[in-house]
């Protein structure tokens, strides 16, 4: 079975760097044709795709955002990691993960994670 | 203020069907196949249950379609069963790799 699971600190500080991390089971991001993407959903508003990046280690950015964004993957570890540096309250909300691969050729998001949320406020 | 355009509600009896409209600003879904419509319960995983405009996911009841038509996708919800109460967001991915998703529909089940 497929599953991702996010994990970050509940609550940072403006300013502050933001890591969040995204545990994989079922699949390997090692394996060919294996992606993960970060997105996100502030309270009330519509989800945002953040980051990719690529078994083979190519990496996407939400072109607004990628001057804070840092995407990696720990491959011992299965994980996935995001970095969202200098961050303030808009960034509030919920930290989705989701497994991102090709069906039927064209690329999609076809699991995701239950999402973390995070809150900044000093 | 989101890519793509959906009303924020919609509703519907059991056993009726409702259709969500998904509207693209530009033409993100003029240009593209790549419409996704994913199912959300809040507090679980949003699910993908239609990619390719049209296409069901194995596991995705056929009671779930979709289509497409100018600028503008939609997704059908027929016989209208109490769990499929949930909010449902178009996605469509660009082509510069990246993904936009409408600001989603709260569909309530009378």
């Known amino acids: 079975q497929v599953t991702l699971r996010e994990s970050s600190p509940a609550l940072v500080k403006p300013t502050q760097t933001l890591t969040l991390t995204c545990t994989l089971s079922g699949f390997s991001i090692t394996t060919s044709g294996m992606c993960v993407s970060w997105l996100r959903q502030p309270p009330g508003q519509a989800l945002e795709w953040l980051a990719r990046i690529d078994w083979d280690d190519d990496t996407y950015y939400n072109a607004s955002l990628k001057t804070r964004l840092s995407i990696s993957k720990d491959t011992s570890k299965n994980q996935v990691v995001l970095t969202m540096t200098d961050v303030d309250p808009v960034d509030t909300g919920t930290y989705y993960c989701a497994r991102t691969r090709r069906l039927d050729g064209n690329w999609y998001l076809d699991v995701w994670g239950r999402g973390t949320l995070v809150t900044v406020s000093s | ?110």
């Open chain 2, 1 to 110: 203020q989101s890519a793509l355009t959906q009303p924020p509600s919609a509703s519907g009896s059991p056993g009726q069907s409702v259709t969500i409209p998904c509207t693209g600003i530009g033409s993100d879904l003029g240009e593209n196949l790549y419409v996704s419509w994913y199912q959300h319960h809040p507090g679980t995983a949003p699910k993908l249950i239609i990619y390719d405009i049209t296409k069901r996911p194995s596991g995705v009841p056929g009671r779930f379609s979709g289509s497409k038509s100018g600028y503008t996708a939609s997704l059908t919800v027929s016989a209208l069963q109490p769990e499929d109460e949930a909010d449902y967001y178009c996605c469509s991915q660009t082509v510069r790799q990246t993904w936009v998703f409408g600001g989603g529909t709260k569909l309530t089940v009378l």
